[in-house]
Antibody
């Protein structure tokens, strides 16, 4: 059974940093591109980052470019999102998701940026 | 690419045939997916490539359309179908519609 489990969220102050993790199981993690997608409270979905299966390419939405970094460790079946210079508008549920279209999603982890 | 869904809220009765609409701002070559999100849960993939049913999804769900206009149809609405439905294009990066909230009448 495919499972994606996120962790690392929390309440942080504007300007601070946070690193999310997504542990994958039930499939060959190293064969799939992976994504981070977020959903602000009572809002729609926003794709924010993609990493290729072998980390050879990484892409970001303009809203997070230069502040967020996506990475992965295929030996640990883990996807990461390092978030710097956090803003109030980054407050959202953050999901990791597999492939395109996004066929499996994690349960999400909440990030709240507030003073 | 902007994705526009209508209606934003839809009320229907159990057993009804329900149709949700999604319009793309330009031709997306049928690279369109539909997701179902129940309250407090992650989205679930229902349909991909505009009309292909994801494994494990009930056959009462179907997708149609091409180019810029797409439709998700639920042939006979069930109580467990109450959710918000999002369309998403993956022809040029990835953008989602704002969603249609489906409730029981």
């Amino acid at each position: 059974e495919v499972q994606l489990v996120e962790s690392g969220g929390g309440l942080v102050k504007p300007g601070s940093s946070l690193k999310l993790s997504c542990v994958a199981s039930g499939f060959t993690f190293s064969s799939y591109g992976m994504h981070w997608i977020r959903q602000a409270p009572k809002k729609g979905l926003e794709w924010i980052a993609l990493i290729y299966y072998d980390s050879s390419n990484k892409y970001y939405a303009d809203s997070v470019k230069g502040r967020f970094t996506i990475s992965r460790d295929n030996s640990k079946n883990t996807l990461y999102l390092e978030m710097n210079s956090l803003r109030s508008e980054d407050t959202a549920m953050y999901y990791c998701a597999r492939a395109v279209p996004f066929d499996y999603w994690g349960q999400g982890v909440m990030v709240t940026v507030s003073s | 690419i902007q994705m526009t869904q209508s209606p934003s809220l839809l009320s229907a009765s159990v057993g009804d045939r329900v149709t949700l609409s999604c319009k793309a701002g330009q031709n997306i070559n049928n690279y369109l997916a539909w997701y179902q999100q129940k309250l407090g849960e992650a989205p679930k993939l229902l349909i991909y490539n505009a009309n292909s049913l994801q494994t494990g999804i009930p056959s009462r769900f179907s997708g149609s359309g091409s180019g810029t206009d797409f439709t998700l149809t639920i042939s006979s609405l069930q109580p467990e179908d109450v959710a918000t439905y999002f369309c998403q294009q993956y022809n040029s990066w990835y953008t989602f519609g704002a969603g249609t909230k489906l409730e029981l009448k």
